[in-house]
């Protein structure tokens, strides 16, 4: 959501921003809205004045004997009349509501102009990008007897996969290893959420009303979790906190449901697109003078667990016509899938401003004892299935077939070198 009254005094400002994303102009109709509500809302302010004054003179017939019905009914009239002001003021506030809640974040002014990702800008790059062909993840998988999606089809329909033996406990150790480097060298707090939210929390987050049709609901209508980023976010929702108590770090281990509903035709062999997956996930809330550094700060959490497991990526700034609905400015740090002899997104990590503090009524009290909307940060640290996906096709063994297992995770599988056939 956004300030009215920021609005009020920079439409055009508001109209630029919304215009590097594509958008027609949209503060008219906003202003005009506004107006309505507020001359409504005028209107509501003289009639209960002119109530109360006609009150008092009843008051004052009655006790001198005098007949009172004349008086009286124009306090009727006036009360109709405000009931009906009170429903159009209703009306009107829902519609300016609904249309200020279907408009994305105004954008950083260093996020670059473009209109998709091929316009996203490389900001560094790690590690030397393996030019050796190898099979894709879903080939090697199969061959080792390790990865079924026809099995899995025939239970939940496509785009979902059965995961065993080796390539099950990879998975799990990928996601401990994550959830592990956060904890214990970054700073963040684990957090165990629910799987099951509600529409205010997902309103709060974005998700809703825009991205409806991406979610899964339940039959209580209620929602699955999307991300680990809503019950994270949401858990400074509705309250002020302290500003020595920021930042505040959480981090995720969960699975993740997504209906993929735009990604009809694109990516259906392999993992890539899944409806279910796990995914680590970060969530800063913080001061407005540190969410840039804070933005960096997450970026760098996430790369490091991808150094450590010694996978080439690159890290890139997302230009305007890539940029998600709620952020402010974005990295997606993208892994070298050999098998594709392509960078693909592992992590995106965004800035979101005080967008969704707004949308949640999150707030802190500062040095001077005011109430002021936090900024709140979300990123992945990282997505296990695309990780797994990384290193099975990184650490492929063309001698056998097998998968090396990376050092930093032999650990995590009881002391396993190589994931072989089953």
């Known amino acids: 959501m956004f300030d009215i009254k920021a609005i009020r005094e920079n439409p055009d400002e508001f109209d630029k921003g ?18 309505e509500r507020r001359g409504i809302q005028t209107e509501l302010q003289e009639l209960q004045a002119e109530r109360n004054e006609k009150s008092q003179k009843i ?7 005098g007949d009172a019905k004349g008086a009286m009914d ?10 009906e002001l009170e429903e159009r003021e209703r009306t009107v506030a829902e519609s300016l509501n609904q249309h200020l809640a279907g408009l994305p974040n105004i954008m950083a002014d260093d996020v670059p102009d473009g209109k998709t990702e091929d316009d996203n800008v490389e900001v560094r790059k790690h590690g030397e990008p393996s030019k050796d062909k190898v099979p894709e993840h879903f080939e090697i998988g199969e061959v080792l007897g390790l990865m079924d999606f026809e ?19 990879l998975e799990r150790a990928l996601g401990m290893f994550f959830l592990d480097v956060h904890t214990a060298e970054h700073g963040y707090m684990e957090v165990s ?10 309103f709060g987050t974005g998700q809703l009303p825009k991205f409806a049709e991406d979610q899964f609901r339940t039959t209580r209508d209620d929602w ?26 959480y981090t995720a281990f969960t699975p993740c449901f997504r209906q993929e509903a735009g990604a009809a035709g694109k990516d259906t062999r392999g993992m890539i697109r899944m409806h279910q997956f796990y995914k680590v996930e970060m969530v800063s809330v913080t001061t407005p003078e540190e969410s840039e550094a804070e933005h960096e700060r997450m970026t760098k959490c996430a790369e490091t667990v991808l150094e450590k497991l010694e996978l080439p990526f690159r890290t890139v700034m997302l230009c305007s016509g890539d940029t998600g609905f709620g952020a402010r400015k974005t990295y997606d740090i ?37 109430n002021v909307f936090v900024h709140t940060l979300n990123g992945s640290g990282v997505a296990v299935g695309r990780a797994l996906i990384a290193v099975m096709e990184n650490y492929y063994d063309p001698a056998d077939g097998g998968i090396n297992v990376p050092d930093v995770l032999k650990l995590y599988m009881g002391g396993v070198e190589k994931i072989t056939s089953s």
């Open 18 to 35: 919304w215009a590097r994303r594509g958008l027609e102009p949209q503060t008219d109709a906003i202003l005009k809205l506004d107006e």
């Open 59 to 65: 008051g004052e017939i009655k006790k001198s004997g």
């Open 74 to 83: 124009e306090v009727a009239a006036l009360k109709d009349k405000m009931a």
């Open 151 to 169: 099995t899995a089809a025939k239970m939940s329909g496509s785009r979902f996969v059965v995961l065993s033996g080796g390539l099950a406990r």
């Open 193 to 202: 959420p629910p799987l099951m939210i509600k529409d205010n929390a997902m």
């Open 224 to 249: 699955l979790l999307p991300t680990a980023e809503v019950p994270l976010a949401n858990m400074v929702a509705d309250s002020i906190v302290e500003d020595d108590t920021l930042p505040r770090r």
């Open 334 to 370: 993208e892994v070298w899938l050999p098998g594709q002899g392509r960078y693909r997104e592992i992590s995106s990590c965004s800035n979101c401003g005080d967008f969704q503090a707004r949308r949640m009524n999150a707030r802190y009290k500062n040095a001077d004892g005011k």
